[in-house]
């Protein structure tokens, strides 16, 4: 199976607060677990990766939890701020053979309140 | 460097027309992809190239062709638009080996009617 599943599909944090994004996948074969960010109007840009031989990933306010046993990870993002809207994506590839390709999450849309 | 770039921002199309959707990268990268962006449907892979004159199909083909001439450019061509390719189009790039980074372009807005 090559489905990963997001949610939530929107969120509404109050500026400061913790917002979480979970993601969950079913192909064991999937070595790499990356979060795009997406602004209105642009295309996504890479925010943070991870690979599965660590379980935590930490850039700046942003982390990635990632359980290989129940085959899940996360994107927390800490003192979540009005800048911070936008829509993020969790994405896997197995990057075996010539042409690794991402799979994408459904999104979630990301709204962060004064 | 520009980046990747895509032309154009807008079009709308009607029903049983062609285009084709440009796309560019400067950053000497193999690997390309297409991708279309539905909401709530998050990215789907239509076509991709890991260099030039190879490409494969994605997970969703049907209606799109392209090709791949040089390493800068990946052209994806609709040759009878239908309403179901209302979409905003993202063409990325990466390079060859490491992770899987992509770099995306700014989107085509389409419209079929």
């Known amino acids: 199976q090559q489905q990963v599943k997001q949610s939530p599909q929107s969120l509404i944090v109050q500026k400061g607060g913790i917002s979480i994004i979970n993601c969950a996948y079913e192909?064991?074969?999937?070595?790499?677990f990356p979060w795009y960010q997406q602004f209105p109007g642009k295309g996504p840009a890479l925010l943070i990766a991870?690979?599965?031989?660590?379980s935590e990933k930490k850039e700046g306010r942003f982390t990635i939890s990632f359980n290989k046993s129940a085959k899940q990870f996360s994107l927390h993002i800490m003192d979540s701020q009005p800048g911070d809207s936008a829509t993020y994506f969790c994405?896997?590839?197995?990057?075996?053979?010539?042409?690794?390709?991402?799979?994408f999450g459904t999104g979630t849309r990301l709204q962060v309140t004064l | 460097n520009a980046g990747v770039t895509q032309t154009p921002k807008f079009r709308i199309l009607k029903i049983g027309q062609s285009m084709t959707l440009q796309c560019a990268q400067d950053?000497?990268?193999?690997?390309m992809y297409w991708y279309r962006q539905d909401p709530g449907m998050g990215l789907k892979l239509i076509y991709y190239?890991?260099?030039?004159?190879?490409?494969d199909k994605g997970e969703v083909p049907n209606g799109y062709n392209v090709s791949r001439s040089t390493t800068e450019d990946f052209p994806l061509r609709l040759e009878l638009a239908a309403p179901s390719q209302t979409s905003v189009y993202f063409c990325?790039?990466?390079?060859?080996?490491?992770?899987?980074?992509?770099?995306f372009g700014p989107g085509t807005r389409l419209t079929v009617t």
């Open positions: 990325a790039s990466r390079v060859t080996g490491g992770f899987d980074e992509q770099y």
């Open positions: 192909n064991t074969a999937f070595d790499y």
């Open positions: 991870i690979r599965p031989d660590v």
């Open positions: 994405a896997a590839s197995n990057r075996a053979g010539t042409a690794s390709k991402l799979t």
């Open positions: 950053m000497n990268h193999n690997y």
């Open positions: 190239s890991v260099g030039a004159g190879i490409t």
